[in-house]
């Protein structure tokens, strides 16, 4: 018998391998890579994808650009990217920002009075052209940054809650 803890990238060569539950998080083994899933395998008539799901309370103010944004751990962004290629699926990143009150950081920095709210989403293929910006110092490997009109708005905020 197999155990998920012995389970090596090169276990079952040419196949991708997902042992849930023995790591930090779910975990691919593909191609000698250990790789960060997204929070979701989503099943729907027609298909799977997969879904990276955020809670943020609010968009940031980019005080450069001077506009909103949202982002996620750079080095997940590239896995994501790595997954979607591997496995044919599709990823979807979804962020849900309930609170239009910025923070005051941002309002101390001339942000407009009102964030935008709801639950934005995207494929992340289509992300990757739709990019603000990245910066290499914040998160743990640096940060991928969208605007609001980067993504579509699935669902506004009265129809999340």
Request: aromatic fraction near 12%; include cysteine.
């Amino acid at each position: 018998m197999i155990h998920a803890e012995h389970v090596r990238p090169d276990t079952f060569p040419g196949c991708n391998v997902y042992p849930s539950g023995y790591m930090k998080g779910p975990h691919l083994i593909h191609e000698n890579l250990r790789l960060v899933l997204p929070d979701l395998l989503v099943f729907f008539n027609g298909g799977w994808s997969w879904v990276e799901a955020k809670h943020k309370t609010c968009f940031g103010w980019h005080r450069k650009t001077r506009q909103w944004t949202t982002g996620i751990d750079l080095g997940h962004y590239q896995q994501y990217l790595h997954i979607e290629r591997a496995t044919g699926l599709p990823v979807y990143l979804m962020f849900y920002h309930p609170q239009a009150q910025p923070n005051v950081r941002d309002i101390n920095a001339g942000c407009p009075q009102e964030s935008p709210v709801g639950l934005f989403g995207g494929l992340l293929s289509e992300l990757q052209r739709k990019k603000d910006h990245t910066h290499p110092n914040h998160g743990r490997h640096g940060m991928v940054y969208w605007t609001p009109k980067s993504f579509a708005l699935h669902y506004p905020l009265e129809r999340v809650q």
